[in-house]
């Protein structure tokens, strides 16, 4: 990895933002250093704990009993919960057959988000599924989606179409695929990686990205945020992927989206604390009830 530009300059009226948007995942803000060391966890400590699971589902806590509802969902669809965790909650219990994963052990970043392991899923699964700390899906739907995913062959992978429509496209908005839940196989991330098309934002920085007139189409023609990149694997490399709807996902996204009632908790940038505004402005109770989830409580 080689920097085409000065990260200390963009982050120089607030230095520590960086290492938080590093832990985001963003290539204008992480260091080779400290992307060498995350490869490196990868290739050894992810990898050997993750060896003999065929069917890992990244289940991220920034609340444990959140994220405890999450894992016996995951397991109910015959999935092997993998728990990562923010830094600044509490290390997470799991239930039996879950495995717990410190994955910020060697970086040491002050946030960590699953585009972090998200990115290098190549290099130590198999194949990975993966949604947002503030999701929870009904059964019936949940069952059909851990079927699609089991079912992508080596080389696809599947993520919520956020798309633009035609008519926004042609003004040069043309979305993303959304990583509020989706699965990748070992040979799309390995695909994306080697395009430098995958989850971090900015993938016009990607350093396989390497060419003058890609980064400049990239910067033109896709959004600066996550997934992006996974956007322009399949319009400019051909990737295999499977679009997920949103729509039937809403209800159960407990996000400040389209929630008047929604109360930030946490600064709207790289130091937002989603351990905070979760369980400030939703009730774990009765987001199970509502989904019918409440013997998963």
Same mark, same amino acid.
């Given at each position: 990895?080689?920097?085409?530009?000065?990260?200390?300059?963009?982050?120089?009226?607030?230095?520590?933002?960086?290492r938080?948007?590093?832990?985001?995942?963003?290539?204008?803000?992480?260091?080779?250093?400290?992307?060498?060391?995350?490869?490196a966890?990868?290739?050894?400590?992810?990898?050997?704990?993750?060896?003999?699971?065929?069917?890992?589902?990244?289940?991220?806590?920034?609340?444990?009993?959140?994220?405890?509802?999450?894992? +016996?969902?995951? !397991?109910?669809?015959?999935? /092997?919960p993998?728990? &990562?965790?923010?830094?600044? *909650?509490?290390?997470?219990?799991?239930?039996?057959?879950?495995?717990?994963?410190?994955?910020?052990?060697?970086?040491?970043?002050?946030?960590?988000?699953?585009?972090?392991?998200?990115?290098?899923?190549?290099?130590?699964a198999?194949?990975?599924a993966?949604?947002?700390?503030?999701?929870l899906?009904?059964?019936?739907?949940?069952r059909?989606?851990?079927?699609?995913?089991?079912?992508?062959?080596?080389?696809?992978?599947?993520?919520?179409d956020?798309?633009?429509?035609?008519?926004?496209?042609?003004?040069?908005?043309r979305?993303?695929?959304?990583?509020?839940?989706?699965?990748?196989?070992?040979g799309?991330?390995?695909?994306?990686?080697a395009?430098?098309?995958?989850?971090?934002?900015?993938?016009?920085?990607?350093?396989?990205?390497?060419?003058?007139?890609? +980064?400049?189409? !990239?910067?033109?023609?896709? /959004?600066?945020?996550h &997934?992006?990149?996974?956007? *322009?694997?399949?319009?400019?490399?051909?990737?295999?992927?499977?679009?997920?709807?949103?729509?039937?996902?809403?209800?159960?996204?407990?996000?400040?989206?389209?929630?008047?009632?929604?109360?930030?908790?946490?600064?709207?940038?790289?130091?937002?604390?989603?351990?905070?505004?979760?369980?400030?402005?939703?009730?774990?109770?009765e987001?199970c009830?509502?989904?019918?989830?409440?013997?998963?409580?």
């Amino acid at each position: 990895m080689t920097d085409t530009f000065n990260r200390d300059d963009w982050y120089k009226h607030d230095p520590d933002q960086r290492r938080y948007a590093a832990g985001n995942g963003s290539w204008l803000a992480i260091t080779p250093e400290e992307f060498e060391a995350i490869t490196a966890q990868a290739k050894t400590a992810w990898r050997s704990a993750l060896e003999g699971i065929a069917y890992p589902w990244l289940c991220w806590s920034v609340a444990s009993d959140w994220c405890l509802v999450q894992q +016996r969902l995951v !397991r109910s669809v015959g999935w /092997t919960p993998i728990v &990562g965790y923010d830094p600044r *909650a509490d290390v997470p219990p799991i239930i039996d057959g879950a495995i717990l994963m410190n994955f910020n052990k060697e970086i040491g970043f002050p946030k960590l988000t699953p585009m972090v392991p998200m990115e290098l899923t190549y290099l130590f699964a198999p194949r990975l599924a993966f949604w947002h700390s503030d999701l929870l899906v009904r059964e019936p739907l949940l069952r059909k989606i851990a079927e699609l995913f089991k079912a992508l062959s080596d080389g696809e992978m599947a993520a919520v179409d956020d798309r633009q429509r035609w008519h926004q496209r042609i003004r040069g908005n043309r979305g993303r695929y959304w990583e509020l839940l989706g699965c990748t196989t070992r040979g799309a991330s390995q695909s994306n990686f080697a395009h430098g098309c995958g989850w971090w934002r900015r993938s016009y920085l990607h350093p396989n990205c390497q060419t003058e007139e890609e +980064r400049n189409l !990239r910067r033109r023609r896709y /959004t600066w945020d996550h &997934g992006a990149g996974i956007l *322009a694997w399949q319009e400019l490399h051909n990737g295999k992927l499977r679009p997920l709807r949103a729509k039937p996902l809403q209800e159960g996204h407990c996000t400040k989206i389209s929630n008047k009632r929604y109360i930030k908790q946490s600064p709207n940038n790289a130091k937002k604390d989603l351990t905070k505004d979760l369980v400030f402005n939703y009730d774990l109770n009765e987001v199970c009830i509502k989904l019918g989830l409440a013997k998963f409580l």
